[in-house]
């Protein structure tokens, strides 16, 4: 692809998915769902003017690395502190609940099969790809609906966090079956030293810049220095450690998010973001997917299996929710909050497709998943939002107008 193709995409990606998402919020739905519309519309479903590139996927992961570090800087670290112990209750049952029922839901549909068969395996693997949860998507609405700050967006984003640790060690035990040489016991070991490194390294940047912020408060460095931290740790986290990048930079943001300058690296990274980052991370969603080809051998298992994973993540984070004292309609906001799908559950799938655990034509299924999930998750948030009193002290600084 040339330089002025690449413009060229770009500048269409910007203006439709700006053009939706004002249509979205005219509707009362949140910017975010116009944005991936707007990419399904431009994709080969319907005017087939682009596809999903080298180019465009590696600009969207930019996209959801900035929003993951800028949902970290936004962390409450007392409020995390405070969440910790809740969240990983909540995303060990909305791992254990998706797992089970993506796993039976396939037998259903294709036959019951012997623990340790090649079958059973499939089965199972299904049922892994329903463990992914995908935070992004929830961190933009809650962004717009000034929430992410609260108890509820904590401890939604401190359990897509720890799913997301849990969800790797699945996914390697099922796959050891298949390969023995992929050992559960050393991804274990590696996701612990992963966090330990952030802790240290981590501590170290932020001391030397809380004093730099002090000396030099407002100073472009910082940001820079910041943003800088968040690549590294991405990179680090899914090149050595087999971490997914995206808690990488979250981690990064969790670092910094006590500076006295918090607010303003992220008013730094917001601009980016929103500029052209995200909608390019939004409307390659709907890039990726084609219905057309969507087979009616299929069509039945699909709607099934889109139904399966997202009511197994309402039901099983809201019912842990409940267990832990969230009350009725804030239980639901946990489990909704925790039903997207996206880039962690694409990449589960072409992981099974490489290692024969998954068959190519259960690929739309996962991608209407990802499609429907999305855009019902800011959808359902925004209707169980609207009764609560606003909330003005727990706006995000910063946030950006359509």
Known sequence: MDTQQILLQLAIIIVFAKLFGLIARKLKAPQVVGEIVAGLIL??????????????????????????????????????????LKATVIACSGVFIPLVCGTVLFM????????????????????????????????????????????????ILSAAIIDDVIGILVLTMVISFKDPTNSIGMVTVKTALFFLLSAVVGYGIYRILKIVDKKHPHTRRIPIIGLA????????????FGVADITGAYVAGIILSSLDDS?????????????????????????QTNIKTLDMSILLFSL??????????????GLAGRALGFKGKNALKIGVGMMTRGEVALIVS??????????????????LLIICSSILTPVMLKILYSKDAPAEDNKVPGTLKA
């Open 350 to 367: 072409q992981k099974g497709l490489a290692v024969g655990l998954m068959d190519s034509r259960y690929f739309t299924s996962v991608i």
């Open 229 to 240: 931290l968040a690549f590294t740790l991405s990179y680090l986290a899914e090149e050595t």
């Open 304 to 317: 099934a299996f889109v139904l399966t994973g997202m009511l197994s993540k309402i039901i099983g984070c």
């Open 43 to 84: 994709g080969p479903s319907f005017l087939k003017w682009m596809s999903e590139s080298d180019f465009l996927a590696g600009m969207a992961e930019i996209g959801v690395i900035m929003l993951m570090f800028s949902a970290g800087l936004e962390t409450d670290i007392k409020q995390l502190k405070k969440t910790g």
């Open 263 to 287: 607010k303003y690296i992220d008013r730094k990274m917001d601009v980016n973001s929103y500029m052209l980052f995200g909608p390019v991370f939004f409307a390659s969603i709907g890039l």
């Open 108 to 155: 259903c549909f294709y036959g019951f099969s012997a623990p340790g068969s090649e079958d059973f395996l499939k089965a199972v693997y299904i049922g892994t790809i329903l463990t992914a949860t995908s935070v992004s998507i929830t961190v933009q609405a809650l962004k717009e609906l000034g929430k992410l700050s609260d108890e509820i967006g904590t401890t």
